[in-house]
Nanobody, 124 residues
Framework: QVQLVESGGGLVQAGGSLRLSCTTSGRTFGPIAMGWFRQSPGKEREFVAA????????DYADSVKGRCTISRDNARNTVYLQMGSLKSEDTAVYYC?????????????????WGQGTQVTVST
């Protein structure tokens, strides 16, 4: 089992920046790819960004490309999501997710473990 705990959410003004962190713990066997998703009220959970298990390959949703960067520090068992030029439409609960396997995926169904989420609110 893998446990994930997100932190770093909060209230930020439009145009501002925020860095989310996700710390993992527990026993894993083999490589683990990581992803960030978000969900707004009344909407489905949507893909934001994902990293392969080395951190050498990343994928981003078009809505955040150029504004967000995913990175990971495997020595610290932590993955980050640096977000900039935030917009009101970025307001959501952000979830960290882990999947068994080396490659990143976009579908939430491909992920095996989830954090509890952290709220990001962008004010205008």
């Amino acid at each position: 089992q893998v446990q994930l705990v997100e932190s770093g959410g909060g209230l930020v003004q439009a145009g501002g920046s925020l860095r989310l962190s996700c710390t993992t713990s527990g026993r894993t066997f083999g490589p683990i790819a990581m992803g960030w998703f978000r969900q707004s009220p009344g909407k489905e959970r949507e893909f934001v960004a994902a990293s392969d298990w080395t951190g050498g390959s990343a994928d981003y949703a078009d809505s955040v490309k150029g504004r967000c960067t995913i990175s990971r520090d495997n020595a610290r068992n932590t993955v980050y999501l640096q977000m900039g030029s935030l917009k009101s439409e970025d307001t959501a609960v952000y979830y960290c997710a882990a999947r068994r396997g080396p490659y990143h995926k976009r579908s939430p169904l491909d992920y095996d473990f989830w954090g509890q989420g952290t709220q990001v609110t962008v004010s205008t």
